[in-house]
């Protein structure tokens, strides 16, 4: 019987605990309406956060350590393909010539941590593969980068005479493409190209972040350069001797700049280019983060201001609950009850709304990263109005009942 009586004592003070709510309706909403803003921002502000922390996790795919890119102009070299080869090929024996260099590669301007991207896409099994960042490398490429293969082999020599044009792939666009399926060998291409045109598999290797280790790798697909592409490709990526410093790098400078002769000179290191990168995620993240927080201080005042205003105008009912016997605790009980019910309806409704971005796949971001912000925000919301609704609690359990009716 007492259990029964305990159920239906709670019952009854829930069911009372809506009504006074429901007849306070007007004031209630403001405080909902300051519920529902701040969720918004606080779950924008967590799904950010989220990304970025799930992306740093994710290994970097390759080592920049004693890297360095030379870049230099073309643009007033020799327009023969034959001669332009014979020169490039000239300047990449000038440079293993040189005692702290252990490796040399041309690639195209899309450098790890450059500001660069070579975007391209195709048709493939009726599906739009779109967003692939296309790189042009050497056989060195990968040694000098000391990347992984996950399946499959690297460029080779018998890529010279292949029939389609050898292509490897990321693991994501291989995820992307083939599923479950093995992805060596197969044909890919715009459905409608000819046969002429379409590229082979011949290995995935591990997704590099070549955006800085706050960004996924995307997918991406790499290709040989041949003596035709020299018209458009002017960086080196060269891997160095740990004692390599500003002598050698002086060095390699004037022995490049003495080959070439016609053009400008630039040296980069790659550790440096990935702390800049990296510098272009974080300034605007902390920036939006400052903006949130000051967002987030001002919900908080206008929550904690909401409460205080609600129990000055309730001072006739509190004291007269204490005179029927209510203690302080219980009141303070009551109004900490009715903040979480009234933020719990408005976060109902932001939930609604949060849940939209992983169904519709915004911002490309998995569902795990919204999820996780979600769950995060309901915590933080729930935190942020019992924190709000303590001191006023506190003041109104202290409310002496002939004090409050008398002022009534």
Known sequence: ?????????????????????????????????????????????????????????????????????????????????????????TIRQVIQSLPSVKGVSFVSNNTPYANSQEMTGFDYRSKKIGSINGYQVEAPYKDILHAEMISGRWFGRQDQVATHRPIVVNATLARDLFANDNPIGQIIGNDKDPERNKMEVIGV???????????????????????????????????????????????????????????TVEIEHLDSARIAKNKQTLIPTIIVLIIAGFLIVNVALGLFGVLWYNINRRRGEIGLRRAVGASGRAVALQLLAEALILASFAMIVGTFFAIQFPLLHVFDEAASVYIIALIFTILFIYGLVTICSLYPGRQAAAIYPAVALHED
């Open 1 to 89: 019987m007492g259990i029964i009586y305990f159920t239906f004592n709670r019952i009854f003070m829930i069911k009372h605990l809506f009504k006074l709510m429901w007849n306070k309706k007007r004031q209630n909403f403001l405080l909902m309406s300051e519920v529902f803003v701040s969720f918004l921002v606080i779950f924008a502000v967590f799904s950010l956060m989220t990304s970025i922390w799930r992306n740093y996790n994710r290994k970097t795919g390759f080592e920049s350590e004693n890297v360095w890119v030379l870049r230099f102009n073309n643009q007033d070299m020799t327009k023969n393909t034959d001669s332009l080869a014979l020169l490039y090929e």
């Open 205 to 263: 290797i591990d997704d590099m972040k070549s955006m800085g280790d706050y960004r996924l790798a995307g997918r991406a697909m790499y290709s040989r350069i041949d003596t035709g592409a020299f018209h458009y490709i002017s960086d080196l990526l060269i891997k160095v001797a740990p004692d390599a410093g500003a002598a050698f790098e002086a060095r390699l400078y004037k022995t490049v700049a003495a080959a070439i002769k016609v053009s």
